[in-house]
T-cell receptor
Framework: QQQVKQSPQSLIVQKGGISIINCAYENTAFDYFPWYQQFPGKGPALLIA?????SEKKEGRFTISFNKSAKQFSLHIMDSQPGDSATYFCAALETGTASKLTFGTGTRLQVTL | NAGVTQTPKFQVLKTGQSMTLQCAQDMNHEYMSWYRQDPGMGLRLIHYSVGAGITDQGEVPNGYNVSRSTTEDFPLRLLSAAPSQTSVYFC????????????FGSGTRLTVV
């Protein structure tokens, strides 16, 4: 059973457009929600993260929106660039655990010219 | 360079062989984890450690052993390789329980034939 459901599986966006990736979870004990970016042949790298007491967090062109009641969160990439083409993973951490991240299945983003 | 170093980068094993995937970090991180990445399944936690001498199982521990004799090293042992263990393996470390500052290695691509 996938504890963190991520969609879409793949996404094509034109340069300058907005990329939106969605995640949903069931476990209400999750209390930390990071997003990771992975380029081919590399390990995932932390992009941005949010806690459930905040509804939105913005860092540059990247924004996380969090809806605690719906148990959903999303990543918005504004002004998408070809260099943003990568696979994006949402993740969640459960209270009381020690760095036991649960990952979504990933979204492969392609930004076209 | 500071970071997480994984060796080897590529490995082909025959069914039934054993091997050890090496992971070392030089950031004095307490938390270390092993994940496997399979297409369409995201990253799944195999084993993790919260400090030297302390390890525990993750979501998919069967067929793998770990030990943590030092803060720096966290090797993953495959006892008797099976084709189902064909995957890309990532080691990660963090200074924080939240996983913030989670640093991933560049991965080991393992093929079991």
């Amino acid at each position: 059973q996938q504890q963190v459901k991520q969609s879409p599986q793949s996404l094509i966006v034109q340069k300058g457009g907005i990329s939106i990736i969605n995640c949903a979870y069931e476990n209400t004990a999750f209390d930390y929600f990071p997003w990771y970016q992975q380029f081919p042949g590399k390990g995932p790298a932390l992009l941005i993260a949010i806690r459930p007491d905040v509804s939105e967090k913005k860092e540059g062109r990247f924004t996380i929106s969090f809806n605690k009641s719906a148990k959903q969160f999303s990543l918005h990439i504004m002004d998408s660039q070809p260099g943003d083409s990568a696979t994006y993973f949402c993740a969640a951490l459960e209270t009381g655990t020690a760095s036991k991240l649960t990952f979504g299945t990933g979204t492969r983003l392609q930004v076209t010219l | 360079n500071a970071g997480v170093t994984q060796t080897p980068k590529f490995q082909v094993l025959k069914t039934g062989q054993s091997m050890t995937l090496q992971c070392a970090q030089d950031m004095n991180h307490e938390y270390m984890s092993w994940y496997r990445q399979d297409p369409g399944m995201g990253l799944r936690l195999i084993h993790y450690s919260v400090g030297a001498g302390i390890t525990d199982q993750g979501e998919v521990p069967n067929g793998y052993n770990v030990s943590r004799s030092t803060t720096e090293d966290f090797p993953l042992r495959l006892l008797s390789a099976a084709p189902s263990q064909t995957s890309v393996y990532f080691c990660a470390s963090s200074y924080s329980r939240t996983g913030y500052g989670y640093t991933f290695g560049s991965g080991t691509r393992l093929t079991v034939v």
